[in-house]
């Protein structure tokens, strides 16, 4: 391209070397900016599409083929992913310490409302397989499922703890050291979830009910990792 002058303008090699989802933890709240930009901010809108077109598929489908008690169960299980979701985009991109603790306070509220709905849709699940035990855990769906609240579970009480309570732990600097594991296990129990919902297209409930395409859910849950994994910052997960 030539500039004003004539002379041929030069492209920094860096531009043109520049990845086109951008480097890892390229997005970075800045110091003018309200929290509530975290989720749009860098790649993060992909996430945002991804969830949300997760969610509608699901919901879609319910209310197409009819409400009953069991359409409780992926009802909130999507909506417990969305929140989860949610709450990872919120606190990624904090930088200064400010942003940091109001993005703890944001993310803890955003997965409390999400492992809530997880838990009651658990009960409902639980619920409608009460009067026949025998079929609980025949699926891969129902497997992966359990661990995946489980792991869940375990991940919001150690997250609260070492913020909230750290003195449980032995003090402040004994709950900052978990802070990168907490991280790193973050993002492994989103990966189970988003896999827990693509092995849910194979239950029988879902192959002569809803219908809901596994083609479908693996685009809605590829563009929800390509959002979230740019905004990852190698320094927090303490590489």
């Not at 900016?33 to 991804?50: C, D, E, W």
Request: net charge positive.
């Amino acid at each position: 391209m030539a500039s004003a002058t004539g002379i041929p303008e030069q492209v920094p090699a860096s531009s043109e070397q520049e990845p086109l989802l951008g480097r890892p933890g390229d997005a970075t709240q800045q110091s003018d900016q309200g929290l509530y930009y975290n989720f749009f901010t860098g790649t993060a809108i992909l996430a945002q599409v991804g969830v949300w077109i997760l969610a509608a598929i699901i919901w879609a489908a319910i209310f197409e083929h009819g409400v009953m008690f069991f359409s409780a169960h992926p009802l909130l299980q999507s909506a417990g992913v969305l929140f989860l979701v949610q709450a990872i985009l919120i606190v990624q991109p904090t930088a200064t310490q400010k942003q940091k603790r109001d993005g703890t306070w944001a993310h803890s509220a955003l997965n409390f409302v999400g492992v809530g709905a997880l838990v009651a849709g658990v009960v409902v699940i639980e619920l409608n397989k009460a009067p026949h035990p025998d079929q609980r855990f025949k699926s891969p769906h129902g497997i992966l499922g359990m661990i995946t609240f489980g792991l869940i579970c375990i991940q919001a009480i150690v997250g609260f703890v070492q913020y909230w309570t750290p003195s449980l732990l032995g003090g402040v600097d004994n709950g900052k050291a978990l802070y990168k594991y907490h991280r790193v296990s973050g993002y492994t129990v989103l990966f189970a979830a988003l896999a827990t919902v693509a092995t849910a297209t194979q239950t029988d409930f879902n192959k002569n009910v809803l219908g809901v395409r596994l083609w479908a859910v693996l685009v809605a849950i590829v563009l929800v990792l390509i959002g979230i994994i740019p905004r990852v910052k190698p320094a927090k997960l303490g590489f």
